[in-house]
């Protein structure tokens, strides 16, 4: 399994994922992951008042591969990634993680947030952190 991060900021969605799609789908077997992580600031940062932590409550997601990248209507199955959208509100950094390593047909998943960078890998990583690599 090949998982790739992608930070999205100048471009639209639209550019990234035709381009996206002419260097690293050649071969029809990969998937495109876009997600957005949503937070509260309910918690203090240890020995800290003032300061909050972000803790994810909310984690859309929409993935696509070549066959379904340009039809919009996401609540269509796809043949070859089936369902196409969700929204995890449990625990939805598991939840993602768990989507995006679970077993499937595709040699690659890409994915993509808008700021990958400085904010939505982090609880991606900490995850990881925590709980081990997807191989463990």
Do not use: W
Request: charged share 25%.
């Amino acid at each position: 399994m090949h998982i790739e991060t992608y930070v999205h900021k100048e471009t639209s969605l639209d550019d990234l994922s035709q381009n996206l799609t002419i260097k690293h789908i050649k071969d029809n077997r990969a998937k495109i992951v876009f997600y957005d992580f949503k937070t509260q600031q309910n918690m203090h940062v240890e020995r800290g008042y003032k300061t909050r932590v972000h803790v994810p409550n909310l984690c859309v997601v929409q993935q696509v591969c070549i066959y379904c990248l340009y039809d919009d209507y996401m609540i269509k199955l796809s043949q070859h990634c089936r369902i196409r959208e969700y929204i995890f509100d449990k625990d939805p950094v598991k939840q993602f993680v768990d989507l995006i390593t679970k077993p499937h047909t595709f040699s690659r998943t890409i994915c993509i947030a808008h700021n990958a960078k400085v904010f939505n890998a982090q609880f991606i990583l900490q995850y990881f952190a925590m709980k081990g690599s997807p191989n463990q």
